[in-house]
């Protein structure tokens, strides 16, 4: 009917059993989308898929025929780490220009040195920082994609570390001299719903407007507790880290009308209750009736 909103997009998730894919996954599925997430060796989500995998990868996409595909698989660490971060990005753009789907690529803060003294944009040069992988996945995937949206976002499974830290089930430091813009995973979720819906593509920082210690962050998370945990400095860790990653977010401030809330307003209420433990997975219902695209 003329002047009906449009359909949400057909939306498929990589890396759905994590913690930010999980969330976009229940809010798409809460909003009536017809959203498809993947799983690797966590069975949480819809599919398996190993994104190394490039055919595939390949087949997935054909098959289900999402219109737009964000991509959150990605290892922390391991040896695996390089072939799902770098070479898996590379498959999903690829396949997703091969099945005519626009991608959202999430990427990550440590693509900068963390020499600046002041907030990064996003036409900022990139470094090497302490990780090469970042760079070269970003290369490889918009190389490969159609015109991609890239999300680059700090950290945002922090509060589990907390928790963890503070039950003894982790031993886990945090660092005192470390600067980041820690996002509420709901928001960065909302904002990347947003996004899949914007028919234009680039570079954007989709991160919480207020930069806190890795430490402060922890503490504000811990509340009462947060005397418990320990500190750390990353200036005296052997592997170079950057120390001042903050994301200047104003563009998506203006583009988007998801709020990216400071995380004082986030954690305002007092401690976080845990968030259940996802592995990183590498792959970082349907309500809508739709005809194939066939």
């Excluded at 913690?19 to 809010?27: K, T, V």
């Excluded at 039950?167 to 899949?196: I, W």
Aim: net charge positive.
């Amino acid at each position: 009917m003329e002047g009906s909103p449009a359909l949400p997009p057909r939306l498929l998730v990589t890396g759905a059993s994590g913690y930010l894919g999980r969330e976009l996954r229940a809010r798409a599925r809460s909003l009536g989308w017809d959203v498809l997430g993947t799983h690797l060796t966590n069975a949480t989500a819809d599919l398996a898929l190993d994104v190394r995998d490039a055919a595939a990868v390949d087949r997935l996409l054909a098959s289900t025929e999402p219109e737009v595909v964000v991509h959150t698989a990605y290892l922390q660490g391991g040896a695996a780490m390089r072939a799902v971060n770098v070479d898996g990005a590379a498959n999903v753009a690829a396949a997703a220009q091969r099945a005519g789907a626009h991608m959202i690529h999430i990427s990550t803060d440590f693509v900068f040195d963390g020499e600046s003294g002041r907030p990064y944009r996003e036409d900022d040069a990139t470094g090497p920082g302490h990780r090469v992988w970042p760079l070269e996945a970003r290369r490889r995937a918009g190389r490969a994609g159609r015109g991609p949206w890239r999300a680059r976002r700090p950290h945002v499974a922090h509060e589990r570390m907390v928790h963890e830290a503070l039950a003894g089930s982790r031993d886990v430091a945090f660092f005192e001299d470390e600067l980041r813009s820690p996002v509420a995973v709901a928001d960065l979720a909302g904002a990347v719903l947003e996004l899949s819906r914007t028919p234009v593509a680039g570079v954007l920082h989709v991160a919480g407007p207020q930069a806190m210690s890795r430490l402060a962050f922890a503490r504000a998370v811990a509340g009462a507790d947060g005397d418990k945990l320990r500190a750390a400095r990353s200036a005296d860790q052997p592997v170079r880290r950057p120390l001042r990653c903050v994301l200047d977010s104003s563009r998506a401030a203006a583009l988007l009308q998801t709020r990216l809330r400071p995380a004082s307003e986030v954690l305002a209420d007092g401690p976080r209750r845990p968030q259940a433990a996802q592995a990183d997975e590498p792959d970082r219902s349907r309500t809508v009736t739709r005809p194939s695209r066939r």
